[in-house]
């Protein structure tokens, strides 16, 4: 398998017990698409509009107060609710199943400033949206009917955030929802059958090789996985085994807060844009003993090629298998050659 590089052929994804596979004869291809151009923030500090910004009024009628740091509140159109019926009516057919499904829905400002993103803030800044993150987890799963807390950011009108002012959401909810479900079969799986841990033992196998990691510090490894779907989709290890944020020691939350600054920056100057991605954590679930579980974050980019040019995930994706064209290790030089500057220094 040494022409990887030339010919189509697909990966396993251990992780997620799952194959993608990988064209990458097919960036030769003529692109007659769109162009992309550059993009830059609004420059707007505060906006009288945004339900986010400190002071203003949100559409449920609540207030923001004037916050000088982060600031969480729950969700007013909540996806999931706390008090839905404990019990599920009887199915007409086994074929037509339902659950209640019970959970609660938080958003939290990451900053007052409305112009802001994670690449643009100052490693001190994100610390304390780190220390936020691992508060708020740490009060939800202590909830004795959550079983999960998803800490996720959609970044960019391009994944369809709503609103631009700095901020993620965090759903908890009374199951385990599909992809971490799936990963804790994978991890628990590979536990079992080698008594290593799946992403130490992955982490290792990469920090070897050196072909994929795109930068690392004493806490964190950022790496484009082998089995990346997106073209600059990166996945962030702990460099210790821990399963959830609370698990994080001082240090290693600097060095969250620093690999986050770090992965955020390079990623807006790729395309001289602010790159849009949906990232999350995965933690382990909030109840049981969980040895398998190794804690890190997914960021999935969209963009291609420029600023406005993304993958779609379509055709034979949604009806075959994901698929790439730019090989990991291509994306990796590119996002290895990018700046630890941002292009848009900060006033
Ligand atoms: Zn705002
Ligand atoms: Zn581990
Ligand atoms: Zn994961």
């Known amino acids: 398998m040494d022409n990887l590089g030339q010919y189509p052929h697909r990966r396993w994804n251990p992780l997620r017990q799952a194959w993608v596979l990988v064209s990458p004869h097919r960036t030769q291809r003529p692109w007659q698409g769109e162009l992309g151009q550059k993009t830059a923030p609004s420059g707007i500090v505060y906006d009288r509009f945004c339900y986010l910004c400190p002071g203003n009024q949100r559409a449920g009628g609540q207030v923001n107060p004037f916050y000088e740091r982060v600031f969480s509140f729950e969700n007013d159109y909540a996806a999931l609710l706390p008090d839905s019926p404990a019990q599920a009516e009887s199915a007409a057919s086994p074929l037509l199943v339902a659950e209640p499904a019970r959970g609660l829905c938080k958003v939290l400002c990451y900053h007052p400033d409305h112009n802001l993103t994670l690449a643009r803030m100052t490693e001190p800044e994100i610390r304390r949206v780190v220390d936020a993150w691992t508060q708020e987890y740490r009060e939800i799963a202590a909830l004795d009917w959550i079983r999960y807390v998803q800490i996720f950011e959609n970044r960019g009108a391009m994944m369809g955030a709503s609103n631009p002012h700095p901020h993620c959401q965090i759903w908890a909810t009374g199951f385990v929802p599909d992809e971490p479900a799936a990963e804790t079969l994978a991890q628990q799986e590979h536990l079992h059958r080698t008594g ?57 939350q600097d060095g969250l807060a620093d690999a986050l600054k770090r992965l955020t920056t390079r990623y807006d100057n790729l395309f001289e844009a602010s790159f849009p991605y949906t990232m999350g954590f995965h933690q382990s679930p909030t109840h049981g003993e969980h040895p398998e579980w190794h804690f890190h974050a997914h960021f999935y980019p969209p963009l291609l090629r420029s600023a406005t040019v993304r993958k779609f995930m379509v055709g034979f994706e949604m009806l075959g298998m994901p698929q790439r064209d730019i090989t990991p290790e291509d994306a990796t030089e590119r996002l290895r050659a990018s700046s630890e500057e941002h292009f848009l220094p900060r006033a």
Do not use: K
Request: a negative charge; glycine letters at 2%.
């Open 196 to 252: 290593h841990c799946l992403l130490c033992e992955y982490m290792e196998v990469e920090r070897a090789a050196q072909q994929r990691v795109v930068f690392e510090n004493d806490h964190f490894a950022a790496i484009v996985p082998w089995w990346a779907t997106w073209p600059f989709e990166v996945l962030l290890i702990s460099r210790r085994h821990l399963p959830a944020l609370p698990e994080l020691n001082d240090g290693e």
